[in-house]
């Protein structure tokens, strides 16, 4: 089964069975060569200002699962947002500890401006790596994240306990 992807003016696409690993010779019709859009073979039609960078067109379920996971790191980080200001808005104050509420919630609104922030710089990176044919570089931020998240729990247990010593 032949499988191209769309593509712009001079821009490369693959048949989905040389990406995908099946057998290009069977499979594609062509050997399995890349094509522009007009069917010829790669180098065929004028090389536009990313191909003459060593770019190419990735493979669109490559795009979309990037995009999907920019996208799954932006709804966490307006998650933390919005609990930090649930924390600070909505939480019952500490005894003895009336700053208590900020010291949990501000880092959770920075945490998630952080995250928002990362997630696009490593969406352009990865984006660029599979436009280049590059490998993907490791993701720093769930390491970043359980290393916050785990941080800031312990300071709400420690102004729990202490707000309940203290008001007793």
């Known amino acids: 089964m032949l499988s191209v992807?769309?593509?712009g003016r001079g821009r490369t696409v693959q048949c989905a069975a040389a990406v995908s690993g099946w057998s290009p010779q069977t499979e594609c019709g062509r050997g399995g060569r890349n094509q522009t859009h007009n069917?010829?073979?790669d180098g065929d039609s004028a090389?536009?200002?990313?191909?003459?960078?060593?770019?190419?067109?990735?493979?669109a379920r490559f795009t979309f699962a990037n995009e999907?996971?920019?996208?799954?790191?932006?709804?966490?980080s307006l998650a933390l947002v919005v609990a930090g200001l649930a924390v600070v808005?909505?939480?019952?104050?500490f005894r003895g500890v009336p700053w208590g509420r900020h010291l949990?919630?501000?880092?959770?609104?920075?945490?998630?401006?952080?995250?928002?922030?990362?997630?696009?710089?490593?969406?352009?990176?990865?984006?660029?790596?599979?436009?280049?044919?590059?490998?993907?570089?490791?993701?720093?931020?769930?390491?970043?994240?359980?290393v916050t998240i785990a941080?800031?729990?312990?300071?709400?247990?420690?102004?729990?306990?202490?707000?309940?010593?203290?008001g007793t």
């Open 39 to 41: 069917g010829s073979a």
């Open 89 to 93: 808005q909505l939480l019952a104050p």
């Open 104 to 146: 949990i919630g501000t880092p959770l609104i920075l945490l998630g401006a952080a995250v928002s922030v990362i997630s696009y710089l490593e969406w352009k990176r990865n984006q660029r790596a599979l436009r280049r044919g590059e490998p993907l570089v490791r993701s720093r931020l769930p390491s970043v994240l359980a």
């Open 5 to 7: 992807y769309p593509a």
């Open 151 to 166: 941080v800031i729990a312990v300071i709400a247990v420690a102004l729990s306990l202490y707000s309940a010593v203290a």
């Open 68 to 76: 999907r996971t920019f996208l799954a790191w932006s709804r966490t």
């Open 47 to 59: 090389a536009g200002a990313g191909q003459a960078r060593g770019e190419s067109e990735p493979d």
